[in-house]
């Protein structure tokens, strides 16, 4: 009898810790400041939905996007915002970053990445790797970044959860965290788990190595969620008679992905490679949401649509590893014209100078596919940018667009974002102005910077 | 043979051969950026004459020229690329098919062997607009070794410009102190000042003026002496403005010429630099903070040097893409450096700097390696269409173009 109390104890405890992780454990704590009723009027606007207003007027109000058009009436006690002449559009997101985890200094001691000690790692999670006073983010929000997604490195196999953060200084990570974004897995193919692992003569070596280990891993997760399922299945009285199933930190986070919680991110520079994933997914019955790196995606673009499996791509760069020789500057727009203009092109950084300038990266992957005769507008290549990247973090219905009811996260431009010589004028998260160009306090430093070069100043 | 037949043949073959000699170009109604004190020359015409620029201006005529008409589009001098790994590394990661780098020579080492035109970068950054490369090894220690100036033609025989036209040296990294490396520099020249190549193997044998371990060859001390005698630059790679500080003084204790590559934090010592006339070398595109020595690294930095008087030259960190140093051009632009000097810093400065003769502007007794842009050489979303190289329209196919080619119809 003793027994059996003890175990219906430990029992409800256990189910406790499980109930508890899932609503409040790590959960975002970000809760924007009070945007006020801003009115931005005769801007030249890119929408994000694929649409382009050539004069308009875009109303924040709590935070929110209230109203989008040509022309709109200014409610009492807005202040206004006069962008004549200048470009309008939504926050930049980058899907792939490494700010927080791989900061700036670039050091030993916080590059906190990769954990390159066993090719599958999904237990870990990047979030508990950034540092939150990383200098490379005010320099990213100049840049019209709002939201940014933090993947651990591509060592592994099997990576671990990456995390949607917005742009904001805090002092917490959970102050930063995207509320309600879902969680993320990093998988990685290729050249680095091969290189990384096969150096010191373990498993994985090869390529085909590579792919025993994902389904390795994949059949573990199979059977770690038929254990759950199978406890859940019985009786309460059943229940209280064993234990739950013991938590393990990295088949919950498999599971996640099976279950379709957790969306997967996979750097995946070949074609031949990507089509492989894409069984391995049918095989253990998952989506990939996006294939990172995806250099040769232009090989493979009508499969990538067909799957529904969006490819985040670098506009030019190449040549660093074999993987990557095959660049060619037309990537983005072969994958967005893809099945009649059907695919998903996201153009990503994977640098903290390339996140300050996304814009321009996928104003030469535009230009490039117009050259080649692919008609790609402003208003379609600005989604490569904003609200693709959006779909594949699983937070479209909040960013990614300047639509009614979304987060009022808009950059103003002052002039065409795709050039080299425009730079952004006004930076909102939320309809708070993080960075105004007149306003040197803006963006505000981290605590890194704060008397850093002289003691009187801070860094910038 | 008859005296008159001979002389008849004799006149024509010389007639052939001059013919030959002095073939013309002739582009025409272009929008000429001279990347000289001339500017810019709205629809204007370029004469070009066995290669080599002959006149510049309006309504130029020739009854023998190959006419060209480039109107709508743009031409600026060949984009000279300071500092690069240009055709002696094809895969980063893959060591061997690296050349870049030796263990054997410091300061001696000449790639100029190990150079292959055929490599896959040559032709694709062709296609950006560089036409000339200088490419320098990358070794670790204080010393890389020698830069050479490539012609990016492709050609077997002759992409050699110029041979070992610079050294290159790293002041920072590694465990020693800053301070070691500053000393052995100037042990290093102190050396090899006394060195002359009838007595080399006595030299080497006699290098107690050096610590422990350091070992040079009669290579390394032939390029160091050149420093000395002040033949050829000492390239110095460094970004915090103290140490920047402490290579002025080097340079002027040392009667070097000196050229500051990085140069992160140039701004706060802008005035030191121009008074010294030192050049320095920027990727204008990187404000990130990476190491404690750069923490002071910002957009505005070519802005605010220029404005000191420094002259700029712009270049990449990234050899694959040694072009995009024209994106790094149009940032710098975009925080103040005047468009005019951008262009310069990507063309003629370093042809000045590095003494390339003739070569980095478009003016008339210069070498005919021009690009024909379609829109401002410094936007991302213009394009190189034809590439000139002494005045010979080359191919602007590279090996990427032929894979977008197999895939763009599928």
Known sequence: MKKLIFIVFIGTFSFLTLSSKETTAFESTYIPGDSGDILIQN?????????????GSILISSNKIKAIGETLDKPASTQIIDANGKWVTPGIIDIHSHMGVYPAPGLRSSSDGNESTSPVTAHVWAEHSVWTQDPQMPLALKGGITTFHVLPGSANLIGGRGVTLKNIWARTVQGMKFPGAPYTLKMACGENPKRVYGGRNSEPS???GNVAGYRKAWIRAQSYRNKLAEYESKSEEAKELEYAPTRDLELETLVGVLNGEILIQNHCYRGEEMAVMLDIAKEFNYKVTTFHHAIEAYKVADILAENGVCAAMWADWWGFKHEAFDMVWENAAIVDQANGGNGCAIIHSDSSVGIQRLNQEAAKAMAAGNRAGLDIPLSRAIQWITLNPAKALGIAGKVGSLEVGKMADVVIWDGNPFSVYTKTEKVFVDGVLLYDKDNPLTPKATDFELGIISSEGDRL | MSLNKKVFIGLLSLLISSFSLSEELLLKNAKIHTATDRGTIDKADVLIRDGVIVRIGKNIV???????????????????APQTQLGIVEIELIPETRDDRSDIYSAGLSIDSAFNPSSTLIPYNLTGGVTLSLTSPSSSGLFSGLTSAFSLSGSLEASLIHSNIALSANISGGEDSMAAKIQLLADSLTLSSYFELNKCSEMYHNKSSLPQGVNYSCRDLFALKNVVDKKIPLVVRANRASAILTLIDFAKTNNINLIING?????????????????????????????????????????????????ILIGSHETHNAYLSRQGAGIAVSYGLPWKEALKGLTKNIAEVFKIDKRGSIQPGYIADIVVWTGDPLEVTSFVEQVYLSGESVSTKNRSMRLKERYISQ
């Open chain 1, 43 to 55: 801007a030249r606007i890119l929408t994000g939905t694929g649409n382009e207003i050539l004069r």
């Open chain 1, 206 to 208: 090869t390529r085909m």
């Open chain 2, 62 to 80: 020739s009854s023998r020229a190959v006419v060209e008409d480039l109107s709508g589009k743009v031409i600026s001098p060949g984009l000279i």
């Open chain 2, 263 to 311: 140069a992160e934090e140039g701004w706060r010592v802008s005035r030191q630099l121009a008074e010294a006339e030192i050049p320095v070398i920027l990727q204008p595109i990187d404000n990130i903070p990476n190491s404690f020595n750069e923490l002071g690294s910002r957009l505005d930095n070519a802005y605010l040097l220029h404005k000191s008087g420094v002259k």
